[in-house]
């Protein structure tokens, strides 16, 4: 099993900074790609940000420029640098990682509990 631990969430007003981050814990041989996903009251989850093995990044079109996502291999932990906050921003964060257990295994995808980021003045 693998646990996913998130922190950096919380109020900011706009204009503003904040740095999610997602440490991945357990059975883990390697990790492929990683991202951040974001889901806003009546709204359908959505991708942020992903980062490959490689450090292959791809953003949302609303985040692009102000967003900007990084990993460290070796503590297994994936990083969202968020700045020029915007209200729109306000929503639950949650981290996504897919991991190899073994290295002869495939990939099992695996989801953070979700921290809350609101944007207000």
């Known amino acids: 099993q693998v646990q996913l631990v998130e922190s950096g969430g919380g109020l900011v007003q706009p204009g503003g900074s904040l740095r999610l981050s997602c440490a991945a814990s357990g059975s883990i041989f390697s990790i492929n790609a990683m991202g951040w996903y974001r889901q806003a009251p009546g709204k359908q989850r959505e991708l942020v940000a992903a980062?490959?093995?490689?450090?292959?990044?791809n953003y949302a079109d609303s985040v692009k420029g102000r967003f900007t996502i990084s990993r460290d291999n070796a503590k297994n932990t994936v990083y969202l640098q968020m700045n020029s906050l915007k209200p729109e921003d306000t929503a639950v964060y949650y981290c996504?990682?897919?991991?190899?257990?073994?290295?002869?295994?495939?990939?099992?995808?695996?989801w953070g509990q979700g921290t809350q980021v609101t944007v207000s003045s």
């Open positions: 980062i490959t093995s490689f450090h292959s990044t």
């Open positions: 996504n990682v897919d991991v190899k257990p073994e290295s002869w295994s495939r990939p099992v995808n695996y």
